[in-house]
């Protein structure tokens, strides 16, 4: 089946530096790419959609210039957390949609973000 | 704005029940819908993926059906393991916008 690798795992940092995750599709050609973040006991919250090659649509109320997002291949997005803060730290998990009709979304294993 | 309600929120069951997990949207325009399971600390993983057209989609133990007019669906687990504890997700799909639902929690006692 398809997989999407998400790296790293766990994440540990200082405020006010930047941490960056990676989201690859393994297996299959990613055309739209999404990224989520998750509070304890709280359902995903979309941040943003991204389109490999264009801009990525961030979600109201999500920080474009903090949550900095790249999709430069069809296998490959990154989000960079710039300058975090403690109420940065959360659940980070990415998807990945393959560029037919109806397909499946799939989801990495997530990062846990914790920023001291 | 879409919203995705799922009852119950928790559900404990004994080994080998067979158990209905529900899942309701406010917007009945969907492409299709998802359901995923969540255990503590890990991503999603898909679990069937039921298209708008279809009536009801089927893997292994699981069942999964969908009434688009009503923007219900439901989820069957056959036969429950303990292995099937977890968080329970669905997805309906409005043309690449995902929305999430707050998932049941599943707790399967040996």
Request: charge should be neutral; charged fraction near 15%.
């Amino acid at each position: 089946g398809a997989v999407v690798s998400q790296h790293p795992s766990r994440v540990i940092c200082k405020s006010g530096t930047s941490v960056k995750i990676e989201c690859r599709s393994l297996d299959f050609q990613a055309t739209t790419m999404f990224w989520y973040r998750q509070f304890p006991k709280q359902s995903l919250m979309l941040m943003a959609t991204s389109n490999e090659g264009s801009k990525a649509t961030y979600e109201q109320g999500v920080e474009k210039d903090k949550f900095l997002i790249n999709h430069a291949s069809l296998t490959l997005s990154t989000l960079t957390v710039t300058s975090a803060h403690p109420e940065d730290s959360s659940f980070y998990i990415c998807s990945a949609k393959p560029g037919t009709a109806n397909s499946p979304l799939h989801f990495g294993n997530g990062t846990r973000l914790t920023v001291t | 704005k879409q919203e995705v309600t799922q009852i119950p929120a928790a559900l404990s069951v004994p080994e080998g029940e067979n158990l209905v997990l529900n899942c309701s949207f406010t917007d009945s325009a969907i492409y299709n819908l998802q359901w995923f399971r969540q255990d503590p600390g890990k991503g999603l993983t898909s679990l069937l993926l039921i298209q708008s057209s279809q009536r009801e989609q089927t893997s292994g133990r699981l069942n999964a059906s969908l009434d688009k007019s009503s923007g219900r669906s439901t989820l069957y687990i056959a036969a429950s393991q303990p292995g099937d504890s977890a968080t329970y997700l669905c997805a309906p799909d409005y043309g690449n916008q995902f929305y999430f639902g707050t998932g049941t929690s599943l707790t399967v006692i040996p």
